[in-house]
């Protein structure tokens, strides 16, 4: 029920804001694990195959919680679950995150960790968002929906980001203690900043707990409301559609690094035109929700969709344009300069030898070179080996000028895209999901929104599920990374002919939930 002056508040509540901040708090997750800083960092430690081990590691966490959330969601909404169900999954994603930093020399348990964090964190964000309808009205819910991702932008997409990119600036990006930090301020973050939600919000709608409570009463309800959503033609097919273009977005968060890395950009390049797509999208979720409000949250929507499509355009392209000039580089250099230079075993040569490997992929490497340049003319050519790697070195160039000069340039342009694409998805990254999930809050019945949501949830996750096994696959199948996006431009426009012709139906949904 709502209460008649419930539209005219303008400030948020107590319960509103400490909901709000749960974003604030978990968000740094979402950008330094899932996104930005620890992709790169496992990639480079697992080496060659590593984005696709991250694309199965992501997919398996995402079906766990896809299976469990249906389960999870109906146990919910009993009086007194959420709340416990809640605060467990935090803590899981808090404590596995950590433990991530404690296993940086094996690749494999750090997979494992990342997996039990993610399902933690995803498990978290499902009663987080099932608690909105807890917390504040239809009128409210685009607008509080919305602040929600907003300050997790501003708030644990930029503040510690920025703090972990500059401890990884200082101390050099492949330093363990810098690495291990970006890693444990997200536990501390999440933890400390969860506090208010912990305080402040409780469950309000519920059903109550009576002596026939048990697991059968518990499926029947999902299967209850898995025919309601059936039965009503508009909420299936909003839903069908969010299965999809949900899909690419939830990829396009979890492996645009990785394919950045796989391509060959500069890591700290990418991580600083991702804090770009957290600054524009501050302002840009407020934003969507006041377009919504204008336009109708359907149409927004749509645009949204549109906008990702072209995104995924862009992102094919960029790794369509430099793969043949990054595979016609690593041919030459691994034919005249890598395997020629196999068996050196003095530390400064091998140190250069690495460091000039990397010199057209990695901006850091550029210093390390210069480094070892210096440390090479001030031992006046005492070292052979050094001296060796360094005649191979230019003799490499010399007979390359052309091909190194074409991948220079690709990376060059490639670079560009990312920024341009990083601008863009900041647009829409948190409008699309904030009026997704605040538009599906208004059509469900509030005592049971966990249930429902739990469904919501399941959709989403089982779209997290295919999106990176197709790309990982594709990109497997094929040998380059770019062919995978193609899965996720079909994934969204499958989404968008959904939502056009299914658009009647949604404008036709009854707001009143049925009993």
């Known amino acids: 029920m709502q209460t008649a002056k419930a539209p005219k508040k303008k400030r948020f509540t107590v319960k509103e804001w400490s909901w ?51 389960v999870l969601g109906a146990v919910a909404d009993y009086k007194g679950m959420k709340k416990k169900l809640f605060t467990a999954s935090m803590l899981v994603g808090v404590v596995f995150t950590f433990t991530i ?61 920025v703090i972990s990119i500059a401890v990884l600036l200082a101390l050099g990006y492949s330093n363990p203690i810098a690495q291990k930090f970006s890693i444990v301020i997200v536990s501390v973050w999440w933890l400390v900043f969860s506090i208010p ?19 059968g009463q518990i499926f029947r309800n999902i299967g209850h409301t898995a025919k309601d959503i059936f039965q009503r033609k508009g909420l299936f097919l909003f839903v069908v559609a969010y299965f999809f273009y949900i899909d690419g977005v939830g990829t396009i968060i979890s492996i645009s690094t990785a394919y950045g890395t796989v391509l060959g950009l500069g890591t700290v390049g990418m991580i600083l035109a991702l804090l770009v797509t957290q600054i524009v999208a501050m302002p840009c979720s407020i934003w969507f929700a ?9 149409k927004a929507l749509i645009g949204a969709i549109i906008i990702y499509t072209l995104i995924c355009c862009v992102g094919f392209y960029m790794g369509y344009s430099l793969e043949p000039h990054q595979e016609a580089y690593e041919t030459v250099l691994k034919a005249e300069f890598t395997d020629p230079l196999a068996d050196v075993t003095d530390e400064t040569a091998i140190a250069l030898r690495d460091a000039a490997r990397k010199l057209f992929t990695d901006k850091d490497a550029e210093v390390k070179w210069a480094d070892e340049i210096i440390k090479y003319t001030e031992e006046q050519r005492a070292n052979p080996e050094v001296d060796r790697v360094l005649g191979n070195f230019a003799s490499f160039l010399g007979n390359n000028v052309k091909t190194v000069e074409n991948f220079r340039s690709a990376i060059s342009f490639s670079t560009i895209l990312f920024w341009a694409m990083a601008f863009m998805v900041g647009t829409v990254q948190g409008g699309i999901q904030a009026v997704s999930r605040s538009y599906f809050g208004k059509l469900i019945p509030k005592e049971r929104s966990n249930e429902f949501f739990g469904f919501f949830d399941i959709f989403g996750k089982f779209a997290s599920v295919m999106g990176p096994f197709l790309y990982a696959t594709i990109g497997s ?21 959904i939502m056009i012709c299914g658009k009647k139906s949604f404008e036709s949904l009854d707001y009143e939930t049925a009993e």
């Not at 607008?143 to 930029?158: D, E, H, P, R």
């Not at 939600?197 to 697991?215: A, C, D, M, P, W």
């Not at 199948?477 to 002919?497: D, E, H, P």
């Open 197 to 215: 939600f912990l305080k402040n919000v409780e469950q309000t709608h519920y059903i109550e707990r009576t002596g026939e409570t048990s697991i």
């Open 20 to 70: 709000i901040m749960y974003d604030w708090a978990n968000s740094i997750y979402a950008t330094n694990i899932m996104a930005a800083i620890f992709p790169t960092i496992f990639v480079s430690i697992a080496g060659d195959a590593g984005d696709i081990w991250w694309g199965y590691g992501t997919s398996i966490a995402t079906f766990i919680v896809a299976i469990l959330a249906p």
């Open 101 to 161: 930093a404690l296993v940086m020399n094996n690749w494999r348990l750090m997979l494992v960790g990342y997996i039990l964090s993610r399902i933690g964190f995803s498990a978290s964000c499902l009663f987080y968002d099932s608690f909105l309808t807890d917390v504040t009205t239809d009128e409210r819910m685009d607008k509080v929906s919305s602040w929600g991702y907003a300050m997790g932008y501003i708030g644990g997409s930029t503040i510690p980001f």
């Open 290 to 298: 006041n377009i919504a409000a204008k336009i109708t949250a359907l």
């Open 477 to 497: 199948w094929t040998g380059r990374s770019s062919y995978g996006v193609l899965a996720l431009i079909a994934l969204f426009l499958v989404g968008l002919v």
